[in-house]
């Protein structure tokens, strides 16, 4: 089955740039997204399609997506930017949607 | 606006089985592919089912088939998913989830609030 791998944790300054990465087997071959899930609350897209933000994404929220890993990058991190973090491609060779495994993204 | 509210979950033993409801508003739920993710106490986001809107293209993760099903019934703008032979690991919050694009892309927009399921004798 198609895996993608997520550091656990970062921790940032409010200011600072956050980069999260989403690490998985040619994952520049396919589309990643990224939600953002804050606390007893549903998950949000940030990014699709690598790099496009939705309406209402702050402008700080971009992408990237070559080779094996895709790059979540916050710029002039806020406080209200903390929660987990999750990528999500479609594995069209198994036919299933997969998600990363999530960051928590702590700004301090 | 898009209204996903899921229904249906609660407590059950082992082996026993539930069905969720998915009840969807503001949009053509009939031409959006639509799924099933859950979330286990403190883990992280789980895949579980998806089905194109004719329903002519369902998959499952692996852990599910043969237990779980995935359905609807666009006269009703209503997803299900029937789940048998449950266990433990099956307890989690599960959301309905929308797809993104027609075509399906299988990514996903708009999320319902969830609801629990508990296994456990």
């Known amino acids: 089955s198609y895996e993608m791998t997520q550091p656990p944790s970062l921790s940032v300054s409010p200011g600072q740039t956050a980069s999260i990465t989403c690490s998985g087997e040619k994952l520049g071959d396919k589309y990643v997204c990224w939600y953002l899930q804050k606390p007893g609350q549903s998950p949000v897209v940030v990014i699709y399609?690598?790099?496009k933000r939705p309406s209402g994404i702050p402008e700080r929220f971009s992408g990237s997506n070559s080779g094996n890993t895709a790059t979540l990058t916050i710029s002039g991190t806020q406080a209200l930017d903390e929660g987990d973090y999750y990528c999500?491609?479609?594995?069209?060779?198994?036919?299933?949607?997969?998600f990363g495994g999530g960051t928590k993204l702590t700004v301090l | 606006e898009v209204r996903l509210l899921e229904s249906g979950g609660g407590l059950v033993q082992p082996g026993g089985s539930l069905r969720l409801s998915c009840a969807a508003s503001g949009f053509t739920f009939r031409t959006y592919a639509m799924n099933w993710v859950r979330q286990a106490p403190g883990k992280g986001l789980e895949w579980v089912s998806g089905m194109t809107g004719s329903g002519g293209n369902i998959y499952h993760t692996d852990s599910v088939k043969g237990r779980f099903t995935i359905s609807r019934d666009n006269s009703k703008n209503t997803l299900y998913l029937e789940m048998n032979n449950l266990r433990p690991e099956d307890t989690a919050l599960y959301y309905c989830?929308?797809?993104?694009?027609?075509?399906?892309?299988?990514?996903?927009?708009?999320w319902g609030p969830g609801t629990q399921v508990i296994v456990s004798a």
């Open positions: 399609e690598d790099n």
């Open positions: 999500q491609a479609w594995d069209s060779g198994t036919a299933h949607a997969v």
């Open positions: 989830a929308k797809d993104a694009e027609v075509p399906a892309a299988w990514r996903f927009d708009s």
